[in-house]
């Protein structure tokens, strides 16, 4: 149980574009979404906490408007990368938390991670 | 300071040796504990999960924490070659949503 799916694996697009990614909780219920960015060799950055049917709560220096996040429904996150630009290229991985109530509720359950190299 | 404090490494031991992976913190409100371990290029698979101080064991691993020091471990006996990836300690405490993460330490098992 706990499995957290993330499309897509691996993402190429030209700069100025912009790139949907997706997080989906398989086998549970994930009322809090959380999407994590990371270096090479480095641990993960919190970008941003979104809750089901509200607005994400973003971490001081992410700009809001150029990650947008969506937490449409209890199983399904997406991360919008807009008008990426090479240093936007990252590895992007999302995690979500079962519902309070449930054992191990402030335990994160991550995805396999999307890796988004922008050209 | 960091909040949370991780040797990152990089560890390199003998297949069969016993690894002890540590942290140390600052907040503490801390009251959940967890270990995960991450391979390359993917996501942190969660591998230990502890509630305030104590120990825990699964299988060839245990988890300790001892909340007097700040201090949490995990053990890795009888390594193994597949053992070799990143891990990372994460911490929490009561009725926060966010993880705080160590840097994570950087193990390898060689054969």
């Known amino acids: 149980g706990a499995v957290v799916s993330q499309h897509p694996s691996r993402v190429i697009c030209k700069s100025g574009t912009s790139v949907k990614i997706e997080c989906r909780s398989l086998?549970?219920?994930?009322?809090?979404m959380f999407w994590y960015r990371q270096f090479p060799k480095q641990s993960l950055m919190l970008m941003a906490t979104?809750?089901?049917?509200?607005?994400?709560?973003?971490e001081q220096g992410v700009e809001k408007d150029k990650f947008l996040i969506n937490h449409a429904s209890l199983t399904l996150s997406t991360l919008t990368v807009t008008s990426a630009h090479p240093e936007d290229s990252s590895f992007y991985i999302c995690s979500a938390r079962d519902r309070p109530g449930r054992v191990r509720t402030d335990t994160q359950y991550f995805g396999p991670g999307t890796r988004l190299t922008v050209l | 300071q960091k909040e949370v404090e991780q040797d990152p490494g990089p560890l390199s031991v003998p297949e069969g040796a016993i690894v002890s992976l540590n942290c140390t913190y600052s907040n503490s409100a801390f009251q959940y504990f967890m270990w995960y371990r991450q391979y390359s290029r993917k996501g942190p698979e969660l591998l230990m999960y502890?509630?305030?101080?104590g120990n825990k064991e699964d299988g060839r691993f245990t988890a300790q924490v001892d909340k007097s020091s700040k201090y949490i471990s995990l053990f890795i006996r009888d390594s193994q070659p597949s053992d070799s990836a990143t891990y990372l300690c994460a911490m929490s405490d009561a009725g926060a949503q966010k993880l705080v993460f160590g840097q994570g330490t950087r193990l390898t098992i060689n054969p």
């Open positions: 086998d549970f219920q994930a009322t809090t």
């Open positions: 979104s809750n089901e049917g509200s607005k994400a709560t973003y």
């Open positions: 502890t509630y305030s101080s």
